[in-house]
């Protein structure tokens, strides 16, 4: 059982930045596919980002592309979403998430496909 924990949320203004932190215990998350998801009041869930297992890809939603950069560190076993340029719409609950299946070549950010998630962390970003 893998068990996700995100931090770094909190309050910003527009234009600030924040970091995000997902830390796994309970079993090494260096062999799954890692996702960033999102959801605001009144909104579905949605994908933010998403990497690789060997950290050699990545994917964006095209709403956060060239401001938010998600990296790992399979050694901490820990993931993370660098957050800049944010918007007031980037505020909502920011959830970390791990796939289903181990190893997995194509990359994928339907949260179907994701089996492990954290509890989440509220983004707040003020205009």
């Known amino acids: 059982q893998v068990q996700l924990v995100e931090s770094g949320g909190g309050l910003v203004q527009a234009g600030g930045s924040l970091r995000l932190s997902c830390a796994a215990s309970?079993?090494?998350?260096?062999?799954?596919?890692m996702g960033w998801f999102r959801q605001a009041p009144g909104k579905e869930r949605e994908s933010v980002a998403a990497?690789?297992?060997?950290?050699?890809?990545?994917s964006y939603a095209d709403s956060v592309k060239g401001r938010f950069t998600i990296s790992r560190d399979n050694a901490k076993n820990t993931v993370y979403l660098q957050m800049n340029s944010l918007e007031p719409e980037d505020t909502a609950v920011y959830y970390c998430?791990?796939?289903?299946?181990?190893?997995?070549?194509?990359?994928?950010?339907?949260?179907?496909?994701?089996?492990?998630w954290g509890q989440g962390t509220q983004v707040t970003v003020s205009s």
């Open positions: 309970g079993r090494t998350v260096s062999s799954y596919n």
């Open positions: 990497i690789s297992w060997t950290g050699g890809r990545t």
């Open positions: 998430a791990a796939e289903r299946i181990p190893l997995r070549v194509v990359l994928t950010t339907s949260s179907d496909d994701y089996h492990y």
